[in-house]
């Protein structure tokens, strides 16, 4: 066995393995779970990493691409990775908030009321296409995702620590949809942009078809699970255990209230927003295997966490800014600690 490959023995890579809190070798078990995500997903390796940054922060992702990119497909794999259990509600303009929380029944035998309970009682939810259902559907998932809990019937009921939102939206279809208000757009960690796979990957695309790729049978595609749940727990107490030199902590700040005084954006980022791109960016930090935060970590979580939550001024959109190009060029004029 070659030195330091002590954690993850060779023998034990068909094993689930529970990474300890401080552990030095995190990055190889992550890179166990983007190699059996690989098995499903073609590429998409920046996404990827943003989906278990989210994840391990704790937080919720809103996935926008275009038809047929894999969007159900890597939620639906990574869940399987990580030993979660996994759900998908097709949201669509007659989606009641019931048939996702659930609802009480009567039980004329037992003469009580029986919960039944929705898809939302799960680990990771897919809500596939959530902006075609109406705000009022849309709120359901306000509590579910700040809390953790849902409210049925004024009872609380728990979802569990490891409970996940992975939201799509398509970026192209306006007609019969219903844009996410800024409440809950906010409840989103990030917001992951999924795009077409590179030439080469098509081609592997393609190749996979030709020998009968089946995208709704894991098993047949032998994606294992690599960590349970308490290996998840883990990767979340490495995030948490980053260290974060002052200069950090004053650079995320900057950053963020930068973006309150910039001429080209109205609506710039909250103290939430701040908080998030902390803690987005010491998951990647243990993510790729330190025990510290870089000014690296912070600009390449800044678009994921920062594009959903920026709203430009009209003037800026007339003149072809995007969100993009505002967040670019504010990572260009902060001052980036030495």
């Known amino acids: 066995m070659a030195p330091g490959t002590a954690c993850y023995p060779p023998a034990a890579m068909n094993e689930p393995v529970q990474p300890p809190a401080h552990d030095p070798q995190l ?32 937080g ?34 007659d989606l009641m908030p019931a048939d996702i929380l659930g609802t009480s029944l009567w039980r004329p035998a037992e003469q009580r009321f029986q919960l039944s309970k929705g898809p939302i009682f799960t680990e990771v939810l897919l809500a596939d296409e959530i ?23 004024g009872v609380p009921h728990p979802l569990g620590r490891h409970f996940f939102v992975v939201a799509t939206q398509n970026p192209l279809e306006l007609e019969g949809t219903y844009p996410l208000p800024e409440a809950q757009t906010d409840r989103f960690l990030m917001k992951v942009r ?15 078809a030709h020998q009968g790729f089946d995208s709704h049978d894991l098993d047949r595609l032998g994606v294992s699970r690599v960590l349970t749940r308490e290996g998840a727990d883990g990767l979340r107490q490495a995030a948490s255990a980053v260290k974060v030199e002052d200069s950090l902590f004053k650079y995320v700040s900057e950053l963020c209230r930068a973006t309150r005084s910039s001429p080209r954006v109205r609506i710039g980022a909250s103290p939430r927003a701040a908080v998030a791109l902390l803690l987005a960016s010491k998951a990647y930090a243990a ?10 970590d912070v600009k390449t979580m800044a678009r994921p966490v920062l594009r959903h939550r920026l709203i430009l001024k009209s003037e800026a959109e007339i003149e072809g800014l995007t969100v993009e190009d505002a967040i670019g060029g504010l990572l260009d004029e902060v001052a980036v600690p030495r």
């Open 131 to 153: 902006n075609r259902t109406p705000p009022k559907t849309q709120a359901a998932l306000l509590e579910a995702m700040e809390e953790r809990q849902v409210t049925i019937d």
């Open 60 to 93: 919720h992702v809103l996935l926008e691409g275009v038809p047929g990119v894999a969007k159900t497909l890597l939620a639906k794999t990574l869940a399987r990775c990580l030993d979660l259990s996994f759900a998908r509600i097709q949201f669509t303009p």
């Open 287 to 296: 993510l790729s295997g330190k025990g510290y935060l870089t000014p690296d």
């Open 194 to 208: 999924i795009g077409y796979p590179a030439a080469s990957e098509e081609i592997e695309i393609l190749k996979r």
């Open 27 to 58: 990055a190889q078990a992550l890179a166990r779970v983007r190699s059996e995500i690989g098995k499903a997903v073609v590429g998409q390796q920046a996404v990827v990493g943003e989906l278990l940054a989210a994840f391990v922060a704790g």
